[in-house]
């Protein structure tokens, strides 16, 4: 049979912040035959106690968790207040849920409870037996209280009775009980509910309640609790939520509803399918869950649920808040749920961060792929009256935590509109900067009809890709893409401005290369000794190789072009498929996760409202380098990027981590490594920022005589040089200790001095990385490094000692001609694979 415990349990909106009330113990007269045998009545004295609820905990985005307060009313200002970006008190109380336990009492004076019986005797297995039971409140005693018969089987009381048997009994109420199954079933809470009404009208939800077990013992016949003074206390099982919403964007803000994606609260569906406790196995069942067809964790946490709830009035309006989160507008709309933790997922701590397979620690903290995530989504949002472009509210989350819900407590999630600052990457100049005829400064541009594939830039220097003719051994006379070579005096000129069409145009630093993958070059297939700087990571099915970096990346918060640029220390990470590999022709992806912030002491992560996720493509070039001992080798031809804002509310990581939820699709979420499917989706790419990165040839390593070097590139004299293998290098404002710095703006003595100098560096050396180049040195991620790469010979006429740094003069004297891909602080537009004006 089936009995309705507890239809309505009186929540009060948030009702069990910590303890339940409801208790209850088996019906006499219902019977659930669970073995053959003979069955009595015996007697059995059940108390269960009321809890009240005080002081509730402060968690706001990393999940706020309340262990109740005295008052009746379901909602109230906590005394804790709503986090700032930075995790700091801000100065809005934070609404919190609570129950009244007087009016619990007065909604249940009587309660339907199941009695569960675990007796274990001595050396056996532990036996379970279940029963029914009603409680009435006494006021008297304050509680619950069964005073009758119950009708067990009589083996119960004889193991019961046995030299060294333990006996305990538990209490459940509320849900739909299945007799037969021993199980409750229980239907999805998800209320919409007005702020102000709930403070002062509780509204009732169906949950599910369980006491801690209680000793018992037979006494004459009787299951009496051992110690006289031991009462049960019910609490509930699973958790509330709730999601309120504020508006801090300069104009009003309209929504539909949310949709929520979770891989730890599970219970609420739009299936109308009900999950199940087993009062046996005290699991959760039959939940909605879907696993990730692609990179997935193998640690726990790779079940996700999602669900959704819509305003019955179809939208919910909230005017502009300004930029203030003190003064932002706050809905009284708020929305309340009710799941549970199945234990798939585990809270973000200090042991659980992303770790190296090699059992080394990462660079920096980010969250492990078993690492609990809830983020919340605006539905159908509109900004004075248009779908926005900034925030893209399909993949920028308005609410995130890394919330692992506890059982029987609340948790608040404030939901939040704002303002969208600018993707970095947005800020690059579409193409590149020259000097004509060294006296004004030009863009190229190149227009790649929108494709993302790098294959087609590989023909958009000015030479058409020439260079890669014979695998770029070839054919290398065109002096067609000497225009676009700037040497260290032009780069110069950069540091301070220059005005082109597109506005003023600036010299990268190594801030800004950080974006572009060039100052730490990224790993596309792994190295043959694997220790480079991407390392395997832990906890990813399939394999994955990783980097997790501590870096000084640009940021500005007004989009204003007279506003400067500021820098500061950000996070990110960089992954990629342990078994991809680059051939010549073939293609290959890293996925980047930039502008996280780096976790305080205490372990969480402010949040950052400039965070991005990126896809590098690119396509293996095999290329002969001459003066080289590897003579042929793959390098990474022109790369591709696509940058997407994510924002402050994406926590996780982009290879684990739902990025776009479609209501009612096969496949309802859809993740970075769901490839053009996620990236290309036009409800995705709207405010999604491309740009490509070309590989161009510049000067043969003898090419560059001394008195050439600070030569106007696209002069005659340089029309019969030879063009060197097209690699990927770039004009950098440099550190002070790498020898780009000392050479960048400086008259030629000092820049032949310098080179001069730094020739003598040999491999191994301590100051061998002061020659690096701002590009790639293969497909593993190597940094270009310029040293004698043979045994310096102490040998021979002065010829043949000065041989291997002739060559690497030469070859740094190439270096100062190099192409510059510049920003800008007025924005570019983020449709970088066309030519336009945006």
């Not at 006996?167 to 739909?176: P, R």
């Not at 037979?218 to 509330?240: Q, R």
């Not at 002061?770 to 040293?787: C, E, H, M, P, S």
Request: charged residues 20%; hydrophobic residues 30%; glycine residues 10%.
């Amino acid at each position: 049979m089936k009995l309705n415990l507890l239809k309505s349990s009186a929540l009060f909106c948030g009702l069990f912040l910590l303890g339940a009330c409801a208790q209850e113990a088996p019906q006499a007269d219902n019977k659930t035959v669970l073995e053959d045998g003979p069955r009595v009545a015996v007697p059995i004295e059940l108390e269960v106690s009321v809890d009240a609820f005080d002081a509730p905990k402060s968690l706001d985005q990393e999940a706020r968790a309340y262990t109740g307060v005295k008052t009746p009313i379901t909602v109230k200002d906590g005394s804790k207040k709503e986090l700032n970006d930075d995790l700091s008190d801000s100065s809005v109380a934070q609404k919190v849920l609570t129950r009244s336990r007087a009016k619990f009492i007065e909604k249940n004076p009587t309660l339907d409870a199941v009695v569960k019986i675990d007796v274990k005797p001595a050396g056996s297995a532990t036996q379970t037996y279940i029963g029914q039971a009603k409680m009435e409140y006494s006021p008297t005693k304050d509680k619950y209280t069964f005073g009758g018969d119950i009708e067990i089987p009589e083996t119960v009381i004889n193991q019961a009775k046995a030299s060294g048997s333990t006996t305990t009994i538990t209490l459940y109420a509320g849900g739909e009980y299945d007799e037969a199954s021993g199980t409750f079933k229980l239907s999805s809470v998800m209320e919409e509910v007005s702020l102000r009404d709930l403070g002062t009208t509780p509204i009732e939800l169906p949950i599910l309640y369980k006491s801690a077990p209680v000793a018992f013992k037979v006494v004459n016949g009787a299951l009496k609790p051992n110690n006289s003074s031991s009462v049960g206390t019910l609490k509930p099982l699973g958790s509330l939520l709730l999601v309120t919403f504020r508006n801090n964007m300069q104009q009003t803000v309209s929504f539909d509803g949310i949709n929520v994606v979770s891989n730890s609260f599970f219970g609420p569906n739009n299936s109308n399918k009900k999950a199940v406790y087993n009062i046996s196995t005290g699991a959760f069942s039959n939940v909605v869950s879907y696993e990730s067809s692609h990179t997935k964790s193998s640690t726990g946490g790779a079940g996700y649920t999602y669900f959704y709830k819509d305003f019955s009035s179809g939208h919910s309006s909230l005017p502009g808040g300004g930029i203030s989160i003190a003064s932002g507008a706050r809905s009284d709309k708020a929305l309340v749920f009710w799941g549970f933790h199945t234990g798939g997922s585990t809270a973000v701590s200090g042991q659980n961060m992303m770790k190296f397979g090699d059992g080394t620690a990462t660079e920096a903290n980010t969250c492990a792929p078993s690492t609990s995530i809830l983020h919340v989504y605006g539905q159908n949002v509109e900004v004075a009256g248009r779908t926005p472009d900034r925030p893209n509210y399909h993949i920028a989350p308005i609410g995130g935590a890394n919330l692992t819900p506890q059982s029987g407590k609340a948790y608040t999630l404030n939901c939040e509109f704002y303002e969208q600052p600018r993707q970095m990457l947005g800020y690059f100049a579409k193409g590149y900067i020259y000097k004509e005829n060294n006296s004004t400064w030009k863009d190229y541009n190149f227009d790649g009809n929108g494709s993302n594939d790098p294959n087609v830039y590989l023909k958009k220097s000015p030479s058409a890709g020439n260079g890669f003719k014979n695998y770029g051994k070839d054919d290398r006379k065109t002096t067609a893409d000497n225009i676009l070579l700037v040497n260290s005096m032009q780069a110069a000129e950069a540091r301070g401005g220059v005005t082109t069409t597109k506005g003023q145009m600036y010299l990268p630093n190594e801030s800004w290369l950080n974006l572009l993958g060039l100052n730490r070059p990224l790993e596309f297939q792994a190295p043959d000794n694997y220790n480079l700087r991407y390392k395997q990571l832990v906890g990813f099915t399939p394999s994955m190789r990783g980097q997790v970096v501590p870096a000084q990346l640009p940021y500005k918060d007004d989009p204003s072009a007279s506003t400067p640029f500021l820098s500061k220390g950000f996070v990110y990470a960089d992954y990629h498929a342990a078994s991809q590999t680059l051939p010549a022709g073939g293609r290959a992806v890293v996925y980047r996760q930039l502008y996280m912030e780096p976790r305080n002491s205490s372990g969480y992560q402010p949040r950052s409202k400039y965070q991005t996720i990126m896809r590098t493509l690119t396509t293996g070039q095999c290329i002969y380098v001459e003066s080289e001992a590897s003579g042929y080798n793959i390098y990474p031809g022109t790369l591709t990027m696509e940058s997407l804002y994510v924002g402050k509310y994406f926590v996780g990581n982009v290879m684990t981590t739902p990025l776009y939820v479609d209501r009612g699709a096969a496949q309802p979420f859809l993740y970075a490594e769901s490839g053009d499917v996620f990236w290309h989706n036009a409800e995705v790419s709207r405010d999604r920022v491309d740009r490509a990165t070309l590989n161009v040839p510049t000067f043969d390593y003898n090419q560059i005589s001394e008195s050439e070097i600070l030569k106007d590139a696209g002069k005659a004299s340089f029309e019969t040089k030879t063009k060197a293998a097209p690699l990927m290098n770039h004009w950098c404002d440099a550190a002070d200790y790498v020898w780009y710095s000392k050479i960048i703006g400086k008259d030629a003595g000092t820049v032949n001095s310098v080179i001069s100098t730094s020739s003598s560096i040999i491999e191994g050396d301590g100051n061998q990385i002061n020659n690096r180049i701002y590009g790639f040195a293969n497909t593993r991620g190597g940094v270009w490094v310029l040293t004698q790469r043979y045994n310096i010979v102490h040998y021979g006429n002065r010829q043949q000692r000065n041989a291997e740094p002739g060559i690497l003069r030469g070859r740094m004297r190439t270096y100062t001609y190099q192409v510059l891909r510049p920003y800008s602080t007025k924005y570019q537009g983020n449709e970088g694979f066309r030519n336009n004006n945006d």
